[in-house]
Every structure is written in C-alpha cells, then in structure tokens.
C-alpha cells in the first residue's frame, strides 16, 4: 500500500515539473519530405525517359558571360600576349557568320543596312595549320634524328588528328568561346579554331612564342604513347633488314631464346635478334612468329631512339634551360 503511494506521488510530481518545463514549448510535427514531392519526382522522372535529357546550351546563353572579359581571361591563363582583335577573329567560323546572315534575312533585316562587320578565321587557320605542321616536322627530326621520314610523317599525322586537336582545343576551354552554328562544336570547327588561335599567336607573338606554346600543349601528347601505335608497320622484320643494310651491319638472324608452357594453351616463346653474335633486341610472343615480330619491332625501336627508357623530353621553361649555360660561362 506504502508502495503504490508512493508511486503514484512519483509519478504526480514528474507530470508536474515536466508542465512547468515544456509549457513555453510548441512540438509540432515535421516529415522529412513533403507530401507531393514523391508523385512529383516521379512525373519528372517519367518524363525525362520519355523526352531524353535537354538539349546543351552554349556558355553564351547562359547568365554571367561577358565575351570581352572572357577573351581576356582566355590570354591570361595562357600566359600569352595575344592581340585582342585578332584572337576575337580567330574564334569566329564561316558556319557562324552564315548563320546570322540567315537569320538577318528571315527577319527581313536588309543586308546593306545591317551588314555583319565580322571576319571568319580561315586565313588565320590555314596560316596556323601551316605553322604547325612544319613545326612538328622540324622537332622530330631534330629529337628523333635516325627516324625516317615515313616515321615523322606518322608523328605529325598523329599530333594534329582530329582526336589529338579537340582533346587539347576543350581542355584549353577554346569550345566555350568558338562561335559556331552548331553546339556542341563539331570537331572539324573546333580543329579549325585551335589552328586560328595558333595563327593569332603568331601574328601577336611571333614564332618562337608560338614554338614552345605547340611544344608545351601537343608535343606532350606523346609522353606514353608508343612509336607503333602511331606509325603502323606491317612488316617490322622487313623494315629491320632495310635499316640494317642502310648502316652496312649483318642481317639479324632470329634464335629461341627461352619458351614456357609450350605445350599449354597459353604459351610463351621468347625469340632473340643477333647480329654479328651480338644480340640486337629480344621479344615475347605466344608463338614463335609473334615473338620474332615483336623482337624486330624492340630493334626499330633501339635503332631510332625511340625506346621506353630514352631521356625524358625538356619540357623546362626556356630560362631554366640558359640558366646552366650563363653559369658555366661565368665560371
């Protein structure tokens, strides 16, 4: 009987304080989401399956764009001292141009009072394609002297091909800025555009700038690439013999030198080159044939210095590079 009185007492005395605590206190409740939101997140997401995501809109139909100001942030990430005027000309397409004519006249705008005081970027693009290849052509022969001239051929080509252009031409931001009828760019205009802004910096700058400005963006595209991937040779024991004869040495005369599992389904051969009892190259292969052309393939590779181990390129800053040579001269 104590017991239970007590209890209730307890009991009275905690329903108590806890008024006097929570009475300035207003408890409501809140869901963590609202009631619409499911069917409307559904309705969205049905519809985006049935009409597809919205088509890209350019950077300049979007808020905040100041082409001016952009152009001039363009220069300054560069580190370039472009002419203004020249790079503006060098952002804007044929296509471009066109297309506003065509809807000037759609408009019925006249063409004598509403004439487009703009020029296309042809003859900057051919001027900085030119540029470009010649170049390119000059640096390899002067990195890469044994290699022939198909081999230099097969480089440039592979420097300035479509993918190689618009892989550096959009990590430039140059997409964001190139006036053209279609978005996104296509990658024959944005190629174009990349080779008129090479042309504008060589009018603005001249050529040396514009040297190390291809060496720094599209000769580093070779840095992991290999010689064969780019230069495709379908008979590299062939085009070995030839080098050979060329430098007057004995024909490579193929051996095996160690085999693993020849009787397995996954065999390895490896197959070694000798010339004049010396050993020119060696290479690995599932069968004999396959390890005798990758055998010549590491030869051609040693021959023209194109091997995975040569010396890095110097991508260093020109000053960097005199910095040793004023020293040496001083000392």
């Not at 519809?47 to 139909?61: A, F, N």
């Not at 051929?153 to 550096?168: D, F, K, N, Q, R």
């Not at 389904?265 to 050993?279: N, Q, T, W």
Request: glycine content about 6%; aromatic content about 8%; some cysteine.
């Amino acid at each position: 009987m104590a017991s239970g009185y007590l209890l209730n007492r307890g009991a009275l005395t905690l329903g108590i304080h806890c008024q006097r605590v929570c009475r300035d206190i207003s408890l409501s409740q809140v869901r963590e989401k609202k009631r619409w939101m499911k069917a409307y997140t559904y309705l969205m997401a049905k519809k985006l399956k049935l009409e597809g995501p919205p088509p890209p809109t350019p950077r300049s139909q979007q808020p905040h764009w100041d082409y001016h100001a952009e152009i001039q942030a363009f220069t300054h990430r560069l580190h370039e001292n472009f002419s203004l005027e020249l790079l503006k000309t060098a952002f804007i397409n044929p296509c471009y141009l066109q297309m506003e004519q065509e809807k000037r006249k759609g408009l019925g705008v006249e063409s004598e009072t509403a004439a487009l005081v703009l020029k296309d970027n042809m003859q900057l693009s051919k001027k900085g394609s030119a540029f470009a290849e010649s170049f390119l052509i000059d640096w390899c022969r002067a990195s890469f002297p044994s290699l022939p001239a198909i081999g230099v051929e097969s480089i440039v080509g592979h420097l300035t091909s479509p993918a190689v252009l618009t892989y550096v031409a959009r990590n430039l931001g140059i997409e964001d800025l190139t006036m053209s009828a279609e978005f996104p760019v296509p990658d024959d205009v944005l190629c174009s555009t990349f080779m008129a802004v090479i042309g504008a910096l060589q009018e603005s700058s001249g050529a040396e700038r514009t040297g190390l400005f291809l060496r720094d963006f599209l000769v580093t595209q070779l840095i992991g690439k290999d010689l064969f991937d780019m230069w495709t040779v379908v008979n590299p024991m062939g085009l070995l013999v030839e080098e050979l004869t060329k430098r007057k040495t004995p024909l490579p005369e193929p051996r095996l030198i160690r085999s693993a599992g020849a009787s397995t389904v996954l065999p390895l051969y490896f197959v070694g080159l000798y010339s004049d009892k010396k050993l020119l190259a060696q290479g690995p292969g599932e069968t004999l044939a396959a390890a005798e052309e990758e055998a010549a393939r590491v030869a051609l590779r040693k021959l023209y210095g194109y091997t995975e181990n040569r010396r890095p390129f110097d991508f260093s800053p020109q000053q960097q590079q005199q910095q040793p040579f004023i020293q040496s001269a001083s000392n």
